[in-house]
């Protein structure tokens, strides 16, 4: 393993395999949902889209007349808002018809600009660009803490992921800006407002921190994505997509002395920016139980949260490990008394979600058949509070070490799940390394630990409950 820091405070890490001609890149991006701000949020997914738009270079028949016609958009759009406020404002009938008129006007306006500005995109180029060259798993994702950017190519193509990268951070246009958006309304309309787990999930987060970023959803809110214009956009890219704030690993057959040239060739040249300070208001601890219901028609479900501490800290390894006592597959307790046993459960998991702020110990479950969500609620419980008094069997640590063991060296088999394991970790901590000690970590954590973090963490006032309800069940109740 090689790391190397350019001058402008872009890290690489390179690790050759030699087994097979191919390689896989990923790239990591220290910014996510958490750091947007209330009436913007969306931006970092937003943007995610946007990188796929091509650049300067790519993705136009004739860039400096497409942005001619996209300045020409703002410019239309920055009439429709002067038109909407003063529509708002004036109380005269005969002049709130006119602006109206007006408006209808811009509105028609930007639909042909928008039309004319898409004859001169090249659709998709940067992604036919990387599949005629052999790419494989080309995509990216945003989450609270990071976006990344990943792909696995033939070895001989390792100059051209350096070019198509480096140009699309260095020179990022914004084309089908507003198309674009309208793409992640209805994304959002789809994964989240029509879908039960999604509007319980939102609901969750958004009553388990009541101060912190994590409470709004990466996708955004409707109204703040409806309300996003190219020039916020750019502005939150230039603060966060910065050499400085990245994270590249490259690991396959690769030779480490061509990608150190190559970084310097195609990386070095971009300026590092002055990041924005990290100013999070820190989420209070919790004082009691918090509850919320999601009335929508489909089967009931029930998320419970506790607060735990962010990565890095040692509590998390105790936590992993007590995860697993619970939810390991079909030797958990979850599935082996709540779904076999006493089967008020078709569905019972835990998993924790943890970042570079303190995060969630996460429990999700489906009642089965007749049995109430808060007879559900009741055996898992009952799962726990065994655990704050009987410790886990030596049989049942031995298989959870031995298991988490071998999902720890699954993780590294491919390229590209042992990239994004060493971006997360170098990203998170400071230390690629890191990830070596994970193992042995989990491996010291004793039955004492174990029943140790859940008193500590799994209590009532520390808890968070969303429950979905069966609204069709409701509303024949109520008759």
């Not at 950017?149 to 100059?159: D, G, T």
């Not at 029930?302 to 735990?308: A, N, P, R, T």
């Not at 999902?407 to 799940?417: D, H, M, P």
């Not at 029943?451 to 109740?477: E, G, H, I």
Request: proline share 4%; net charge neutral; hydrophobic share 40%.
């Amino acid at each position: 393993m090689k790391k190397i820091v350019l001058p402008n405070g872009m890290k690489f890490l390179i690790l050759e395999r030699h087994q097979t001609p191919v390689f896989s890149a990923h790239i990591r991006f220290n910014v996510g949902s958490v750091d947007e701000q209330a009436g913007r949020t969306g931006i970092s997914h937003f943007l995610e889209h946007l990188m796929f738009k091509g650049t300067k270079q790519i993705g136009s028949w004739d860039c400096d007349q497409e942005r001619d016609i996209l300045d020409n958009i703002e410019k239309v759009l920055d009439a429709v808002e002067a038109e909407r406020a003063s529509i708002n404002h004036d109380s005269h009938h005969e002049d709130k018809i006119r602006e109206k008129e007006k408006l209808e006007e811009l509105k028609s306006e930007f639909e042909k600009l928008q039309k004319k500005a898409g004859e001169f995109v090249v659709e998709n180029e940067i992604w036919k660009i990387y599949q005629k060259n052999g790419a494989v798993g080309l995509n990216a994702s945003t989450g609270q803490d990071s976006t990344q950017y990943y792909v696995s190519l033939p070895a001989n193509k390792l100059e051209l992921w350096f070019f198509l990268e480096s140009d699309r951070i260095a020179n990022p246009f914004f084309r089908e800006f507003y198309s674009e958006r309208d793409v992640i309304l209805e994304e959002r309309r789809l994964r989240y407002e029509n879908q039960p787990q999604g509007k319980l999930r939102e609901a969750f987060f958004a009553t388990a921190y009541v101060a912190h970023p994590y409470k709004w959803p990466v996708i955004g809110w409707s109204s703040d994505i409806a309300q996003l214009r190219e020039n916020v956009v750019m502005d939150y890219y230039k603060k966060y997509y910065s050499p400085n704030n990245a994270t590249a690993v490259i690991v396959g057959d690769v030779k480490t002395e061509e990608v150190i040239q190559l970084a310097e060739k195609f990386f070095g040249p971009l300026p590092a920016q002055k990041l924005p300070k990290s100013n999070k208001t820190l989420e209070p601890a919790q004082a009691g139980e918090r509850r919320v219901n999601v009335e929508f028609k489909a089967n009931p479900a029930v998320l419970i949260g506790y607060h735990v501490p962010e990565f890095g800290q040692d509590d998390l390894y105790a936590l992993d490990v007590l995860n697993s006592v619970l939810s390991d597959g079909r030797t958990g307790r979850f599935y082996k008394h709540l779904v076999q046993e006493k089967r008020v459960a078709f569905v019972a998991s835990s998993s924790i979600f943890f970042g570079r702020y303190p995060g969630l110990f996460i429990i999700n479950a489906v009642p089965k058949g007749p049995t109430k969500t808060e007879e559900l609620e009741e055996a898992i419980y009952q799962e726990i509070e065994k655990l704050m008094v009987e410790p886990p069997s030596d049989w049942e640590l031995g298989k959870i070490r031995n298991n988490l063991q071998m999902e720890f060296f699954k993780g590294l088999e491919s390229n590209a799940a042992l990239a994004r394991q060493l971006a997360v970790y170098e990203s998170l901590t400071g230390r690629w390394n890191y990830l070596a000690q994970v193992i042995e970590k989990e491996r010291q954590v004793t039955k004492e630990d174990v029943m140790r973090v859940a008193r500590k963490y799994l209590t009532k006032s520390n808890r968070t409950v969303a429950t979905l309800v069966n609204s069709t069940l409701l509303a024949d109740a109520a008759k």
